[in-house]
């Protein structure tokens, strides 16, 4: 009797175990909810500008560049300047030793005399042809020489005058002295500068690019300067046409705002435009992907995740041009995660349901509760 009451008592206690326990496994498998879709974020593409900057370094130089050279040879007499002075135009920057001058000055002297004595022989006969004393012929001989006298004179003067503005070289521009050599008593030619002025309001920069940047190049185009921590605004001003034969590139001029204090030949990094397109549709380039060199995006509709092919233009570092694919009422993915691929189910995140956020607050509430 007592083994048949045990064997009854366990088949009874197996039987409410397997009431327990055996629909668990079985409703986890029939009725487990299905994992809720994704949540994404998206917007519409925007309309801007894309510009692309390539890096080249350029040289500082002053709007106005003179080498003074002299148009005499001789010693240096006196010399009236240094490096770094400013000048004015016109003002003597040295004087030259020139025994031309004396030369000229002689012959100027001669000439005047010789003048003075045709003029004075030219009243003298007028007053005699007037009378009748002598005859057409003769007067007109001595106006003849008293004209030759004139030509003589003028052309002693002029000689006298270019060589004493030759002794003295004077600045042609207002400006800095960058560099200056002669010394009193040094040699000076008309083969090699005396000094450089540089003068002019703005500064300037001059650099060389290759053909393609020289053709996307044009006057007015923006520059962007650097040196040290200092940053510069400037426009090009002139776009050469003609290749430089020592360097094979073209050379490009530009002023620079504000670099007054660069000194010239100072090297410093500039940017210029390589390239630009404006008031295009854009998306943030890290929405664009590529899979064998062919790109694309995705896209949220209707709940919905949908993997269009687009044509990308240029792009930098933040956003990209595209070309076609999309229009302006796309919505583009901004999100992504592995749950994402061509027809997912999706949702967006600002249509996200209050019901589902409702949901959460009374889970988190009934966490609360049972925890306490």
């Not at 070289?169 to 050599?181: L, Y």
């Not at 380039?285 to 790109?295: F, Q």
């Not at 993997?307 to 990308?312: D, I, L």
Request: some cysteine; overall charge negative.
């Amino acid at each position: 009797m007592k083994k048949s009451a045990k064997i009854v008592t366990g088949i009874v206690v197996v039987g409410v175990l397997a009431v327990l326990f055996v629909p668990r496994f079985f409703r986890t498998a029939e009725t487990a909810d299905p994992a809720a879709p994704p949540v994404v974020r998206a917007e519409n593409p925007q309309t801007g500008t894309i510009t692309l900057y390539r890096e080249l370094t350029g040289t500082i130089q002053p709007s106005d560049m003179v080498s003074v050279i002299p148009k005499l040879a001789g010693e240096v007499k006196e010399v009236y300047v240094k490096t770094g002075d400013h000048v004015q135009e016109g003002q003597a920057l040295l004087t030259i030793d020139n025994r031309q001058l004396d030369s000229a000055r002689i012959s100027m002297e001669t000439a005047q005399v010789a003048l003075n004595d045709a003029q004075t022989n030219l009243t003298r006969m007028q007053a005699l042809y007037a009378s009748g004393d002598i005859s057409a012929q003769t007067y007109e001989q001595t106006v003849s020489a008293a004209q030759q006298a004139q030509l003589q004179y003028d052309a002693a003067k002029l000689n006298y005058d270019t060589q004493a503005e030759y002794t003295t070289i004077t600045a042609p521009i207002a400006g800095v002295i960058e560099s200056f050599s002669p010394e009193v008593h040094d040699m000076i030619s008309q083969t090699a500068p005396v000094c450089v002025i540089s003068g002019g309001e703005a500064m300037m920069v001059n650099f060389a690019v290759p053909e393609k940047i020289a053709s996307q190049l044009t006057v007015g185009d923006p520059l962007k300067i650097e040196k040290a921590d200092s940053e510069y605004e400037g426009s090009i001003t002139e776009v050469s046409t003609m290749v430089d034969s020592a360097t094979g590139l073209f050379n490009v001029k530009g002023t620079v705002a504000g670099a007054q204090g660069l000194a010239t030949g100072t090297t410093v990094k500039l940017s210029v435009v390589s390239d630009e397109a404006a008031d295009v549709m854009t998306v943030p380039v890290d929405t664009i992907y590529y899979e064998g060199g062919d790109a694309y995006v995705y896209t949220y509709e209707d709940g919905t995740i949908h993997r269009v092919p687009v044509e990308v233009g240029i792009y930098d570092s933040e956003k990209a041009e595209i070309l076609s694919g999309i229009d302006g009422s796309t919505m583009v993915l901004t999100t992504w995660n592995s749950e994402l691929y061509d027809g997912a189910s999706a949702t967006l995140e600002s249509e996200a349901s209050e019901e589902e956020q409702t949901g959460e607050t009374q889970q988190a509430e009934e966490t609360s509760a049972d925890a306490q």
